[in-house]
């Protein structure tokens, strides 16, 4: 890594060569983000985009979607018709504004229970070989399926097709796994995620036909039955209807994974938790903020003329916000290291800010506690049996995470 203020262009300022996609970089980043930290608060990338690290400056990009907007990566991913990908307020506030009861407090609360129900059921299997005295991957067992489970559940897919939409949900999570930029071409994790995106497609189109003559309470009788949903094409209702599917379900799996990571190398803190659940909603926020289910929100710039932190940016360049590293940011968290889960509570950006903000910040809370919940009465004294295994940067947290009773 190298650090200069040359100039290569009339601008000047603070530019590092960083590889985020390093396996020793994405298992242990903190050193590496610091040093984007030391260099500035906007500091080029020789790899071909713009990162800050900063707290203030990340909220000011993130407020002003008409200048910082979504072009790249997030169209690439979820289409140019999905909400996510919609910088003009109000075109993305009509088609969110969809949902906002599905994703509400009052609904996602409703929803606790059956959320309990689902976790209880898997880990039943966990129970019984933790106390057989095997050990078990409780990724693959409990972190990963149970999101996806539950967004398919509030799609109203049947329980028989629910296996396939978590088949389809993983394949398009893996999408980014060979981290960025992407080889759209060549990259056969984006091409099996591609393949995913068709096969959901085809399922969805029969499930729009059905559920205009079907209506119920689910996200999709909710889009088709809307009045915007009388005049979208049925590409743009696919699009709008797989983001919820594709953004919530890694995102989720890699918070449980961190939450089950930490809990399991921190005794002392399991404990406490175990003793006092009152502490469980300020213990998930802080595995958030410390460690957190994604590490960059990116945004392209739109126009010309727009300076940043003192220099004046391009159209079209990209702007990585490193939010794993703003939430250590020390302008903003006392003692950003160090984890304490009597933290005194303060927005962090784990679940983005301004427009593009987490529609599904509450469902994943509630997943999170009552998941750690189910976890702590039934299996209180688990430990971490092995290495724990990183996937990419952008989405960072573990995939594979081996639990023993303690
Ligand atoms: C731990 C879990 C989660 C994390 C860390 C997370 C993180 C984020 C972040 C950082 C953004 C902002 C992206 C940007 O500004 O470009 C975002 C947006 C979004 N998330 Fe989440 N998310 C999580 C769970 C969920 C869930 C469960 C759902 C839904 C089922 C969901 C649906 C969305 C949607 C639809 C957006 C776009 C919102 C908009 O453009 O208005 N997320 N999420």
Same mark, same amino acid.
């Given at each position: %890594?190298?650090?200069?203020?040359?100039?290569?262009?009339a601008?000047? @300022?603070?530019r590092?060569?960083?590889?985020?996609?390093? !396996?020793?970089?994405i298992?242990?980043?903190?050193?590496?983000?610091?040093?984007?930290?030391?260099?500035?608060?906007?500091?080029?990338?020789?790899?071909?985009?713009?990162?800050?690290?900063? =707290?203030?400056?990340?909220?000011?990009?993130?407020?002003?979607?008409?200048y910082?907007?979504?072009?790249?990566?997030?169209?690439?991913?979820?289409?140019?018709?999905?909400f996510?990908?919609?910088?003009?307020?109000?075109?993305?506030?009509?088609? +969110? =504004?969809?949902?906002?009861?599905?994703?509400?407090?009052?609904?996602?609360?409703?929803?606790?229970?059956?959320?309990?129900?689902?976790?209880?059921d898997?880990?039943?299997?966990?129970?019984?070989?933790?106390?057989?005295?095997?050990?078990?991957?409780?990724?693959?067992?409990?972190?990963?399926?149970? !999101?996806?489970?539950? *967004?398919a559940?509030?799609?109203?897919?049947? =329980?028989?097709? *629910?296996?396939?939409?978590?088949?389809?949900? &993983?394949?398009?999570?893996?999408?980014?796994?060979?981290?960025?930029p992407?080889d @759209?071409?060549?990259?056969?994790?984006?091409?099996?995620?591609?393949?995913?995106?068709?096969?959901?497609?085809?399922f969805?189109?029969?499930?729009?036909? @059905?559920?205009?003559?079907n209506?119920? &309470? &689910?996200?999709?009788?909710?889009?088709?039955?809307?009045?915007?949903g009388?005049r979208?094409?049925? $590409?743009? %209702?696919?699009?709008?209807? +797989?983001?919820?599917?594709?953004?919530?379900n890694?995102?989720?799996? $890699?918070?449980?994974?961190?939450?089950?990571?930490?809990?399991?190398? +921190?005794?002392?803190?399991?404990?406490?938790?175990?003793?006092?659940?009152?502490?469980?909603?300020?213990?998930?926020?802080?595995?958030?903020?410390?460690?957190?289910?994604?590490?960059?929100? *990116?945004?392209?710039?739109?126009?010309?003329g727009?300076?940043?932190?003192?220099?004046?940016?391009?159209?079209?360049?990209q702007?990585? %916000?490193?939010?794993?590293?703003?939430?250590?940011?020390?302008?903003?968290?006392?003692? !950003? =290291?160090?984890?304490?889960?009597?933290?005194?509570?303060?927005?962090?950006?784990?679940?983005?800010?301004?427009?593009?903000?987490?529609?599904?910040?509450?469902?994943?809370?509630?997943?999170?506690?009552?998941?750690?919940?189910?976890?702590?009465?039934?299996?209180?004294?688990?430990?971490?049996?092995?290495?724990? $295994?990183?996937?990419?940067?952008?989405? +960072?947290?573990?995939?594979?995470?081996?639990?023993?009773?303690?």
């Amino acid at each position: %890594m190298t650090a200069t203020t040359e100039q290569s262009d009339a601008r000047a @300022y603070p530019r590092l060569d960083i590889d985020f996609n390093t !396996p020793e970089v994405i298992a242990d980043p903190w050193a590496v983000l610091e040093t984007v930290r030391a260099a500035g608060t906007l500091v080029w990338n020789e790899r071909g985009y713009w990162m800050t690290a900063d =707290d203030r400056v990340s909220r000011q990009l993130l407020s002003r979607p008409e200048y910082f907007g979504q072009d790249g990566v997030m169209v690439e991913f979820f289409g140019a018709d999905a909400f996510i990908s919609i910088d003009e307020k109000r075109a993305h506030n009509e088609l +969110r =504004d969809v949902w906002v009861g599905n994703f509400s407090r009052r609904a996602i609360a409703a929803l606790a229970r059956f959320v309990r129900t689902v976790a209880d059921d898997m880990l039943d299997t966990v129970e019984a070989e933790l106390k057989a005295g095997n050990r078990v991957e409780i990724m693959a067992a409990l972190c990963r399926p149970l !999101p996806a489970f539950v *967004i398919a559940h509030m799609m109203g897919v049947s =329980d028989d097709n *629910i296996p396939l939409v978590i088949e389809w949900s &993983d394949r398009m999570s893996e999408a980014a796994t060979s981290g960025f930029p992407i080889d @759209y071409d060549n990259d056969p994790y984006w091409l099996a995620s591609e393949r995913a995106k068709r096969d959901l497609a085809a399922f969805l189109i029969e499930q729009f036909a @059905y559920r205009r003559s079907n209506p119920g &309470d &689910d996200i999709i009788s909710r889009l088709v039955n809307s009045e915007i949903g009388e005049r979208l094409t049925e $590409k743009a %209702m696919v699009a709008n209807v +797989r983001q919820l599917l594709f953004a919530g379900n890694e995102t989720t799996a $890699k918070w449980l994974g961190h939450i089950l990571h930490i809990l399991g190398e +921190r005794p002392e803190d399991r404990r406490a938790i175990v003793a006092d659940r009152a502490l469980l909603p300020g213990a998930i926020e802080e595995v958030m903020r410390w460690q957190g289910a994604t590490q960059v929100i *990116i945004r392209a710039v739109r126009q010309e003329g727009l300076v940043v932190e003192g220099v004046e940016l391009k159209p079209g360049e990209q702007i990585f %916000m490193l939010n794993g590293a703003a939430n250590r940011d020390p302008a903003r968290f006392d003692n !950003p =290291d160090v984890f304490d889960i009597r933290r005194e509570p303060k927005p962090h950006l784990g679940f983005g800010f301004g427009l593009h903000t987490c529609l599904g910040a509450i469902l994943a809370r509630m997943e999170a506690q009552v998941v750690t919940s189910a976890v702590l009465d039934r299996i209180p004294d688990f430990r971490i049996a092995g290495p724990v $295994k990183y996937g990419d940067f952008s989405l +960072r947290g573990p995939t594979a995470v081996w639990l023993e009773r303690a």
